[in-house]
């Protein structure tokens, strides 16, 4: 007999995307299942065990603005925080912080146990419920093709091994490197998606069943080395920030303790290994065909890609404080073990260094993006969500982002509340979604400053200030987190006020913080007022940032406004592009297929011209124009 089990919304995978998505349903108001292959994994770091980096460390504070728990989970486990690019301007910094790998994922776990609405659960789910058409790996024995097909159709749920059922109206897939994933280390290729564990094939194939566009993306990690082992006299210590900035906005202060990670870098010999071994590497003898991160290469796609470069830096990360185990960061690999051994030892400091555990590749199913709405919701099935890297990411905190968003719009739509989509403008994670499902990814994506074009406004010290209030209105922020911002805000406004009216050897104070070389900081030692003023360091610095660059705020502010005429002509979702014969053949084609919400989102979408924008501004406007 079946097992059946009722929720609200399902969430299927239990790693960064599917945390978030979980805990947002639940603290909504949802009765909430988060499924997983292992509840030992619930939180686990694949890969690097840090936090953060260049616009990721951006998008762990708008998660943690919005009321997620990514921030909160680091900020006490980290073992060392820096802050990237002081020497650039404020909308370039980005914190990062080493991880405690085991700390983070217990941490995780236990957020989840303790989370009311929510039940963690052991399962392997097998295939997906769609109206009363269960989808396995046989082609379903009473419904045809084109009704399977039908986009009206609707989750109602997952069939898990074990012959039992979890229905809900709302599932979020999160499965990141686990769809149909092959694990490969030189010749040798076993399944799974992470080093000891299985994969999800059957997944795939109901998905395939239900027509969805699936393709293939391949990752990689680099060996793990024990650190007895390790001469650090050779390496290069590089130490956290002497004052440390957390990524919560909740958490007051940094106190625990941080751990140096050591420098070290490859050379010629290692080079010539690896050039010398490249018919044995997967991504070089054809055994690997999909495509890898850009950003993130391979140390033989680096040696190959730059022939001219004689070394590569290599960061060794510790994965804990209560384990000798050692990350190396800049040598992911997925070549033979005893290119490994022999390509470690000829590394600086590492020449007698024990690996205990081989670097490895690894291929797994993604779904195209484009295949989905802004909401992150599936355009072909009613209340099927894709988050994280089945929607074709790397990275802890794009896959994070992305199940925050994606929690919250299956809680909105439950309950027949209007959906939760971020504009550009406010915030990187309206970036990464509107990249996502307008111009879809040819490689895995990672976030970039130079994504946003808005980025001076989408500092990661003013997150709260952008986003706080949106999440106090979704229901996940509380009313002591509400009232922290409010005082913050308080004295943003009142140390504003201040510089704009105290004069100081005739000119406003405000007029001596704009000058390159005025900080806040020389104002309270010039000027008594400043110092009497008693507001924070973090509300100085806003007024300070904001001051400095109020001349490109207010240009980025008028771009918005620009944009926001466009991004304001709505596109009815039964919007018939192919009724339109003014636009050309290719346009017809992609508006129809990506089926953008406004002029915004169509105008972004490669190969749409202003051209074709006029004509579908006048199409949406006026009509009778083109009915000629």
């Given at each position: 007999m079946t097992s059946i089990y009722e929720f609200d919304v399902i969430v299927v995978g239990a790693g960064h995307?599917?945390?978030?998505?979980?805990?947002?349903?639940?603290?909504?108001?949802?009765?909430?299942?988060?499924?997983?292959?292992?509840?030992?994994?619930?939180?686990?770091?694949?890969?690097?065990?840090?936090?953060?980096?260049?616009?990721?460390?951006?998008?762990?504070?708008?998660?943690?603005?919005?009321?997620?728990?990514?921030?909160?989970?680091?900020?006490?486990?980290?073992?060392?925080?820096?802050?990237?690019?002081?020497?650039?301007?404020?909308?370039?910094?980005?914190?990062?912080?080493?991880?405690?790998?085991?700390?983070?994922?217990f941490r995780m776990k236990h957020v989840v146990e303790a989370q009311a609405n929510l039940s963690l659960r052991q399962e392997v789910v097998e295939g997906l419920r769609i109206a009363d058409c269960e989808l396995r790996n046989e082609a379903p024995s009473d419904r045809g093709e084109s009704e399977i097909r039908n986009p009206q159709s609707a989750i109602v749920g997952v069939r898990v091994r074990g012959d039992a059922e979890y229905r809900a109206p709302a599932v979020v897939i999160t499965t990141g490197t686990f769809l149909q994933a092959v694990m490969h280390t030189g010749e040798a290729k076993s399944a799974g998606g992470r080093a000891g564990e299985g994969t999800t094939g059957t997944l795939s194939d109901s998905l395939r069943e239900l027509g969805f566009e699936l393709e293939r993306f391949k990752t990689g990690t680099p060996a793990?080395?024990?650190?007895?082992?390790?001469?650090?006299?050779?390496?290069?210590?590089?130490?956290?920030?002497?004052?440390?900035?957390?990524?919560?906005?909740t958490t007051a202060a940094i106190t625990a303790p941080q751990l140096d990670c050591h420098v070290t870098a490859t050379n010629d010999r290692v080079h010539e290994l690896i050039r010398a071994n490249l018919h044995r590497a997967p991504m070089y003898c054809g055994q690997i065909e999909s495509t890898g991160p850009r950003y993130c290469p391979s140390i033989e796609d680096k040696v190959v890609r730059f022939a001219d470069k004689d070394s590569h830096l290599i960061y060794l990360e510790p994965e804990g404080r209560n384990t000798l185990e050692v990350y190396c960061n800049g040598i992911s690999t997925s070549l033979p073990r005893d290119v490994q051994d022999a390509m470690i030892h000829a590394i600086p400091g590492l020449e007698q260094a024990e690996i205990m555990r081989y670097g490895y590749a690894v291929e797994y199913d993604f779904a195209p993006p484009t295949q989905l709405r802004p909401t992150l919701e599936t355009k072909r099935i009613d209340g099927l969500y894709f988050a994280g890297q089945i929607n074709g990411t790397t990275g802890y905190e794009e896959a994070a982002g992305q199940g925050l968003v994606a929690g919250v719009n299956a809680a909105l739509k439950l309950a027949g509340r209007d959906p939760?989509?971020?504009?550009?403008?406010?915030?990187?994670?309206?970036?990464?979604?509107?990249?996502?499902?307008?111009?879809?990814?040819?490689?895995?994506?990672?976030?970039?400053?130079?994504?946003?074009?808005?980025?001076?406004?989408?500092?990661?010290?003013?997150?709260d200030r952008r986003l706080t209030r949106l999440g106090r209105q979704l229901g996940l922020v509380d009313d002591e987190r509400f009232r922290q911002l409010e005082r913050h805000e308080a004295d943003v406004e009142r140390a504003t006020a201040f510089v704009r009216s105290v004069r100081h050897e005739g000119a406003t104070l405000e007029e001596w913080l704009r000058r390159p070389e005025i900080t806040w900081e020389t104002l309270r030692d010039r000027h008594p007022e400043v110092a009497a003023l008693d507001v924070s360091a973090r509300a100085a610095e806003q007024v300070q940032i904001e001051t400095k660059y109020a001349g490109y705020i207010r240009r980025q502010f008028a771009e918005i406004e620009k944009q926001g005429k466009v991004e304001g002509v709505r596109i009815p979702e039964t919007f018939d592009f192919a009724a339109v014969p003014q636009l050309r053949r290719e346009a017809r084609e992609k508006l129809t297929s990506i089926r953008p919400a406004n002029l915004g989102q169509a105008g972004r979408i490669s190969g749409i011209t202003p051209a074709d924008i006029a004509v579908l501004m006048i199409q949406l406007r006026e009509p009778s124009r083109l009915a000629t």
């Open positions: 995307a599917g945390i978030e998505a979980a805990l947002a349903a639940a603290r909504m108001g949802a009765k909430t299942a988060l499924l997983t292959m292992s509840c030992d994994t619930v939180g686990a770091m694949s890969c690097n065990p840090a936090i953060g980096g260049v616009a990721k460390g951006q998008i762990v504070r708008e998660i943690d603005a919005l009321g997620g728990e990514m921030g909160k989970c680091i900020d006490e486990t980290a073992i060392q925080f820096r802050m990237l690019n002081r020497s650039k301007g404020p909308a370039m910094h980005s914190p990062r912080a080493q991880a405690d790998k085991k700390a983070y994922q793990r080395l024990n650190g007895r082992t390790i001469d650090y006299a050779q390496l290069e210590p590089q130490p956290g920030d002497e004052e440390p900035q957390p990524f919560s906005f939760f989509v971020l504009d550009r403008s406010q915030a990187y994670l309206g970036v990464l979604i509107d990249d996502l499902v307008t111009k879809g990814v040819d490689e895995p994506y990672r976030m970039f400053t130079s994504r946003a074009e808005f980025r001076l406004l989408l500092r990661h010290d003013n997150a």
